[in-house]
């Protein structure tokens, strides 16, 4: 199997400041990792994804970076704005069939 | 936004009792997945599917069955409802296109046991 943790259960970063939110795995065959985010009431949705092949990728506003070496990966995001507040979760496979999510990191954006 | 809905959104069910949730997607996506969402265990994979008719278990599929007769519609059904499956209840679609395997959630159903 495989088990994700998250290392902060809460962030509160300030408007405009850069975030950076992580994330530790288990399971050091897991080869393809997402980062969700959750708004109240909502079900999760897609950030960015990266394969193991890869150490950083790039998305608008947002980067993940990952040390397969620690197990262990992270989302950061440039800028922080008030709309990014909500819940991050990452999630891990080593199969494509079945997730693993992380606990979740709930982060909070003061204006 | 993906077209998946879920039925019902809310329900308060009585321990002892059958309870079935229904998952249905718009877009003919292959996988389809029955999660629980617990606080301070985020989401918990209970069964997933990978065809009509195909489906495998998840890490806690104890209590709970799940059925595809139709690539559009996931049910779960808890045999005998209990206390401890309160809980909000997410079904997700994915269909793999070779360069990501992104999994769509929907809006969720929170189901209270008494």
């Known amino acids: 199997g495989e088990s994700v943790g998250l290392h902060l259960p809460t962030l509160s970063v300030q408007e405009g400041d850069n975030s950076i939110i992580n994330c530790a795995y288990s399971n050091s065959a897991s080869d393809y990792f997402i980062w969700y985010k959750q708004e109240s009431g909502k079900g999760p949705q897609f950030i960015i994804d990266i394969r193991s092949n890869m150490d950083k990728r790039q998305g608008q506003r947002v980067t993940v970076l990952l040390n397969k070496t620690v197990k262990h990966l992270s989302l950061q995001i440039a800028a922080t704005q008030p709309g990014d507040s909500a819940v991050y979760f990452c999630?891990?496979?080593?199969?494509?069939?079945?997730?693993?999510f992380g606990s979740g990191t709930k982060l909070n954006v003061k204006p | 936004d993906a077209g998946i809905t879920q039925s019902p959104r809310h329900k308060v069910t009585e321990t002892g009792t059958p309870v079935t949730l229904r998952c249905h997607q718009t877009?003919?996506?292959?996988?389809m997945y029955w999660y629980r969402q617990d606080p301070g265990h985020g989401l918990r994979l209970i069964h997933y599917s990978y065809g009509v008719k195909d489906t495998d278990k998840g890490e806690v599929s104890d209590g709970y069955s799940v059925s595809r007769s139709k690539t559009e519609d996931f049910l779960l059904t808890l045999e005998s409802a209990t206390s401890s499956q309160t809980s909000v209840y997410f079904c997700?679609?994915?269909?793999?296109?070779?360069?990501?395997?992104?999994?769509?959630f929907g809006p969720g159903t929170r189901l209270t046991v008494t």
């Open positions: 999630a891990a496979t080593y199969n494509f069939n079945k997730f693993y």
């Open positions: 877009e003919n996506h292959r996988y």
């Open positions: 997700a679609i994915s269909d793999s296109t070779g360069t990501t395997y992104e999994q769509y």
